[in-house]
């Protein structure tokens, strides 16, 4: 490795390991131990840049988690200018809920809504959403606004229930793709439905190029695997995502 990919290499084979975090001040709440250590792996990998597939189990509390890594990024900024605002991207229907979860365990934050016939476009979009910690989004607009939201250097962009970026082929995927960001997270608990290439779609989100093409991943893991259950494939597959997906049931 060169320049900044030595640095990065010698902090992972150096001391690198996950650090439990304490739980923010701002923080309405108590995390159970589990969700501790979910917020602990997501801000160990955010130091280091990578994106982080939080895949745990419905009702684990994924949104819990998720605002509390947003709590200790705050925490941890000396002004709230260092950092811009996180973009959060989820269904429709979950928009209300997601606002009234950040309002009742992190009201500190400051949360826009961004949908609707008078939603804000342009310049006064990206100066309303500078205003804010956290901008909410539903897919679909994550499409018909990318050139708004293109505007903004955001510090995370975060798609929930991932899987509807499954399909890499589908103008919705690549619109939110396209959309730059410090830090990716992808909240599902179903990365893989179908699939295999679903959850290359998702990886692809999340650390671009990992994986290697779509074409490659599907020569070298999804044929072997869904084809001709290849058990060597699938095992090495599972330690090459690992570092990267954290998944727990109930």
């Known amino acids: 490795g060169e320049d900044w990919i030595t640095d990065l290499l010698g902090q992972l084979s150096g001391n690198a390991k996950i650090s439990t975090i304490h739980t923010p001040s701002t923080f309405h709440g108590k995390l159970r131990p589990y969700q501790v250590k979910g917020v602990s792996w997501l801000a160990f990998l955010t130091q280091f840049g990578f994106g982080s597939c939080l895949a745990d189990d419905m009702g684990l509390g994924k949104t819990i988690m998720l605002i509390t890594l947003l709590l200790l990024d705050h925490e ?6 260092q950092h811009g605002p996180a973009l959060l991207i989820c269904p429709m229907s979950i928009v209300g809920n997601w606002h009234r979860e950040v309002q009742r365990f992190a009201p500190s934050l400051k949360v826009m809504i961004h949908h609707g016939h008078e939603r804000l476009s342009g310049d006064a ?5 500078q205003q804010n910690d956290i901008v909410i989004t539903t897919y679909a607009l ?3 606004d ?5 505007l903004i ?9 991932a899987q509807n970026i499954k399909n890499e082929s589908a103008k919705q995927t690549q619109a939110i793709k396209s959309i730059s960001g410090s830090h990716k997270i992808a909240l599902t608990g179903t990365p893989v439905e179908n699939r ?13 190029g990992y994986l290697g093409s779509a074409k490659d991943f599907s020569g070298k893991f999804a044929v072997p695997i869904e084809k001709y259950h290849d058990a060597d494939r699938a095992e090495t597959l599972k330690k090459v995502i690992q570092p990267f997906v954290l998944r727990r049931l109930k």
């Open 76 to 81: 941890s900024s000396n002004t709230a200018s």
């Open 125 to 129: 979009f990206a100066q309303e959403a």
């Open 142 to 144: 994550a499409l018909r």
């Open 146 to 150: 990318k050139e708004h939201l293109s």
């Open 153 to 161: 250097d955001w510090e995370y962009v975060v798609v929930d229930e």
């Open 196 to 208: 295999l290439s679903e959850l290359w779609s998702i990886m692809e989100f999340l650390n671009p």
